[in-house]
């Protein structure tokens, strides 16, 4: 009898053609991505990345649980330009947006927002639309008012709720959010996110609102992730901690010593005044972390944990210098207290290693190792072939970033066979190339006096301290032959390279 079943089975599935046949052999449920996005987060701002002030448990979980890997890129040392290279997968040599400007430089009719992806762009959010992904973005888009071409809902994605404008998210207490198209409202009074208190007490329930904005973004992603259980999905994140104004409610503030802080933050580097600003910031990111927590618990109750593919990253590196003549960085931050850069050299807005460099952490049960750590080198523009490789879909064939994939699954550090580029038109014009562990920079490009290339030799110097120019003129040379391969012309965001006529940028 064992000997006829096999062969009365096979019999079966004949006679009743090959629907019966399909049927036995289910396709493999498809990956879900979920792409969470910090702004202005600093490489060493993380328990797993050295920080010690700062208590980051989820994330830190998510690390044990998966890869971390530590010479890992944003797309550009501010906002916009670096979401822009995330979705996109194009170096900021020929993204659409490489700067933070204003939509309404460009069409005087939009009222917030930042200039917009046109309507030919291809995102990451599209091409997982069209394989039939359900698509969301809760947080901070800054690609598009609502209504232009760069209107997340054009752009892929079939939820969109948060801030449309980078300038709105200043404040953690708006009047509204979007929810795609409508606006939501949060606050009655909302506060607004720059201000400044010279003398007098400085009260932190003065610059408190009714509804924290990051706590209504991350109940939407928890209720998207709980409605899309059942079909793939793909999940953009960028929240918003920790880019100052820091607004975290009092009971996070609390968690902190109150000898951290011997004396307010008054506003006079921009953004709002804190009395507690140390404090502060260590909450933002204490929130943000909690919010990781939030969203990896909604996966496990959705049941879809184990084939749900978690990135987590941020847009730059922490927040840069403020006035002259105060303590404090922009908008009250510390970074020298929290050794944000890990002694690493320059801040958010530069193209030196600690405006760039940031953490990066992903997980995939089953298919990424568990607690280990990668150096192989690798930014926003290889997301793009990455996401599409995990999820088995076809990229488009212009990406200029290369899939991390193997890298993910298998642990391996190979060298990259491709240049990462970063062309930046704002804080005076600035480039970088990266050559594998050897890296050039020129910087004060719109200045009356462009500066010399610099070479750096990161695996012996990460923190970029030794100019090699004058030994290295060989990677100088290499430099200058990526940028007239990759450059393009992007003349709303203009640089000039001097001795790059074939790269001059009108």
Known sequence: MPRVLPRLLALVACLAGPALV???APAPERLNVVFILADDLGWAELGSYGQKKIPTP?????????????????GAPVCAPSR???MTGRHLGRAEIRGNRQARLSDPQWTEGQHPLSAGAVTLARTFQ?????TGAMGKWGLGPVGSTGDPNRQGF????????QAVAHSFFPAALWRNAEPVPLNAKPVPGRARQPEGEVRLEDWQGERHASLAIVAEAEAFIARQA?????LYLPFTEPHVAMQPPREWVERFPREWDPEPYRGDSGYLPHPRPRAAYAAMIAMLDDHVGRVLAALERAGVAGRTLVVFSSDNGTTHAGTAGTRFHVGGADPEFFTSTGGLRGFKGSVYEGGLRVPMIARLPGRIPAGTVNARPGYFADWFPTLCEAAGLTPPADLDGESLWAALTTGASTPRRRPMVWVFSEYGGQVAVQLGDLKAVRRGLKTPQPGAWEVYD??????????????RPDVIRAAEDVLRRELQPNALFPVTVPGLAAAAIP
């Open 22 to 24: 399909r049927a036995a």
């Open 58 to 74: 989820h994330l830190d979980r998510l690390a044990a649980e998966g890869m971390r890997f530590t010479r890992h890129y944003s």
């Open 84 to 86: 822009c290279v995330l």
């Open 158 to 165: 079939d939820l969109f709720f948060g801030y449309n404008c």
């Open 230 to 234: 059942a079909r793939p999905f793909f």
């Open 130 to 134: 069209a394989a039939g992904y359900a």
């Open 458 to 471: 990161l695996a012996r110097d990460p923190g970029e301290s030794r100019d090699l120019a004058a030994e």
